[in-house]
């Protein structure tokens, strides 16, 4: 089980009372203020408080404008093409988060990879949206290093998801060489 710190607690403690909430760094965050604010039924976006991650159009246009603060980041949408102009101005952001539209959708696993990978991305990588427990593990070794979780996934599941494997086959984020190059 992870280590506890002050604003973190031990998901064992919350067993069957805790479901949904934000995971960063293998450890339950109980207090995370960052909303993710969408877009309402007519396509506006609704009124919100810092901190905030904002539609990516949104967050692009307050800092063109020279509105950007520590307190905004922006979600990228599965679909987001990623193109070098983007990962730059992205690169600035205090928090990213990759919305997962649905579990079949793994755009968002490239997306993050690439942040990292090519653009050098060294801020929270963080998944919204259709989190399941089962996706953790792999979305981890693609550079996502927060989770959050969907209502109805529990948090002492997602931990141990977390801490499962403790070899991988595959070249990640985490491992730049594939297992059959390393020696034992």
Do not use: K
């Not at 007519?42 to 919100?48: A, V």
């Not at 990759?98 to 079949?104: A, E, Q, S, T």
């Amino acid at each position: 089980m992870p280590e506890v710190t002050a604003e973190m607690t031990s998901a064992r403690e919350l067993t069957d009372q805790r479901q949904g909430g934000v995971i960063r760094q293998n450890q339950l965050v109980l207090e995370d203020a960052w909303q993710v604010v969408r877009l309402d039924e007519d396509g506006n976006l609704p009124s919100y408080q810092q901190p905030a991650l904002l539609p990516l159009a949104h967050w692009q246009a307050l800092v063109d404008a020279g509105e950007g603060s520590d307190q905004l980041g922006p979600w990228l949408a599965s679909d987001t093409e990623l193109t070098p102009e983007l990962g730059e101005a992205l690169a600035t952001a205090p928090l990213l988060a990759v919305d997962f539209p649905n579990f079949n959708d793994g755009r968002g696993y490239t997306l993050a990879r690439l942040m990292r990978e090519r653009y050098g991305f060294q801020g929270e990588i963080r998944a919204i949206g259709d989190v399941l427990v089962d996706q953790l593990h792999y979305m981890s070794r693609c550079g996502i290093d927060a989770f959050q979780l969907r209502s109805d996934q529990y948090v002492e599941d997602a931990l141990y998801a977390l801490s499962i494997f403790s070899v991988s086959y595959q070249t990640g984020i985490d491992q730049t060489s594939p297992l059959f190059s390393r020696r034992w």
